[in-house]
């Protein structure tokens, strides 16, 4: 039983096209996850969601999984395709709140004078869920999912099959106020989410001296992403949610950065920079 993820957005806070972002991509977050065909898992609705929309089959069962409702994760979801089609079932998961539900939070994005058509207008059939404290099944995949330190409600999640595992992590600072290296992994943000897993895509958004100045921002260095993988124990981590402004060849050297952080603590497989269209398949 084999787990495929396909990269179809992997920047961070703002959409970034242009000619210095080529090869990594400018759409926000988004992630597509598949064991069979009958199942998509989406991890995320920024705007790569679009495209993967116009490629999606017509008969497969969507599940979205949002890890918080900033924009840079959300504002792909009105022109996602399927939403648009009549008898189309898709259920989104997010993470829950004491004041309101997951389906008015979202409502906010769908309406005036953000958007002229109401959530409720939309003709797919679509179904809200908070995320469970416990694993649930979609289809063969198993789904875990815990908060994880972020500004705002937010959680990561764990995806595995018989063979495979994924970790999807992509807004976290767990390094706020500790150091890792100090830390019990059951005190470590995420720690449960990522540990022992085959791939880990985890927020990597700043380089060690921006994270000076932006202490508390919600987002990890590139040492820190390193650090919290080592910890971790993961097989290989895939650095995500790269900053706006930060060109393919910037992007290039922070991953540079990270396999020499990596090597410099024992064997392993080097870190990689997530990209568009990036595939990854386990088991």
Not at 154 to 167: K, N, P, W
Not at 184 to 202: N, Q, T, Y
Not at 266 to 282: N, Q, R, S, W
Request: charged share 25%; aromatic share 6%; proline share 6%.
């Amino acid at each position: 039983m084999t787990l495929r993820a396909r990269v179809w957005g992997c920047r961070g806070s703002l959409p970034s096209p242009g000619e210095a972002t080529v090869r990594y991509g400018g759409n926000t977050t988004c992630v597509e996850v598949r064991s069979g065909q009958d199942v998509v898992v989406i991890l995320d609705a920024g705007t790569g969601i679009r495209l993967l929309g116009d490629e999606l089959g017509s008969d497969a069962q969507i599940h979205l999984l949002l890890t918080h409702l900033h924009l840079d994760h959300l504002e792909g979801l009105r022109f996602f395709a399927p939403l648009w089609e009549a008898e189309r079932e898709i259920h989104i998961w997010g993470p829950p709140s004491p004041i309101h539900t997951l389906e008015e939070r979202i409502s906010r994005s769908f309406s005036p004078p953000l958007f002229p058509v109401e959530l409720a207008e939309l003709p797919a059939h679509i179904q809200f869920h908070d995320v469970p404290d416990d694993p649930w099944k979609l289809g063969e995949i198993q789904v875990l999912s815990l908060p994880v330190s972020h500004r705002g409600t937010t959680v990561g999640y764990r995806l595995e099959v018989a063979h495979g595992s994924l970790a999807f992590i992509p807004d976290h600072e767990p390094v706020l106020g500790v150091e890792l290296s100090t830390l019990d992994p059951e005190w470590i943000s995420g720690h449960a989410l990522a540990e022992g897993v085959d791939v880990l895509l985890h927020d990597s958004q700043f380089t060690e001296d921006e994270y000076v100045e932006r202490v508390g921002w919600g987002h990890s260095s590139v040492a820190h992403a390193v650090e919290f993988g080592r910890k971790a124990n993961v097989g290989r981590l895939v650095l995500f949610h790269h900053d706006p402004s930060r060109s393919d060849t910037e992007v290039d050297r922070l991953r540079e950065r990270a396999s020499e952080l990596w090597n410099g603590a024992g064997d392993g497989a080097a870190p990689l920079a997530a990209h568009e269209g990036m595939t990854i398949e386990l088991g």
